[in-house]
């Protein structure tokens, strides 16, 4: 497998999730707000997938084992109306249950539990059009077994 495959696996696993909104490999600030879109009736979160490091922990026999760390990241509206409070903890949550097993992921021999890096509030978009969002940081790390 590549780099590559393991992200693509992250990303196809997180659409999964029941209304967990949009799912990208992109850095997300630097394209529109995807609540903007007149056809969605109810904001929805957007969450990045971007690989953060990758290292080799061992190799033996001709194999390297791989250890891969994403940086998911998520945005949603803030609404006292709506308690997006509660609504954001319940998608924060959903990561976390999806990734719990392992491997979590097909294409991995190995998943490590996400971990919640950093949940807090972030205005996000370009001038002008900015939109105070909930914030979360996490990092999910998988290991994949690659020929040397």
Not at 65 to 82: D, N, V, W
Not at 97 to 115: G, H, W
Request: glycine share 6%; with cysteine.
């Amino acid at each position: 497998m590549s780099m590559t495959t393991v992200k693509a696996a992250v990303i196809v696993a997180m659409q999964t999730i029941t209304d967990i909104g949009f799912v990208e490999a992109r850095d997300g600030m630097t394209q529109g707000l995807p609540w903007e879109d007149a056809t969605i009736a109810h904001p929805l979160p957007l969450w990045t997938v971007k690989l953060a490091q990758s290292e080799c922990l061992k190799q033996s026999l001709g194999q390297k084992l791989m250890q891969h760390t994403y940086a998911i990241r998520g945005y949603f509206p803030h609404s006292f109306e709506a308690d997006s409070e509660s609504v954001w903890d319940g998608y924060i949550a959903a990561i976390a249950d999806k990734f719990k097993s392992d491997p979590a992921i097909s294409v991995c021999s190995k998943t490590i539990p996400p971990r919640l890096q950093e949940n807090d509030f972030v205005m996000y978009g370009a001038e002008g059009g900015a939109v105070l969002c909930h914030y979360a940081r996490i990092e999910l790390q998988c290991q994949e077994w690659i020929n040397a």
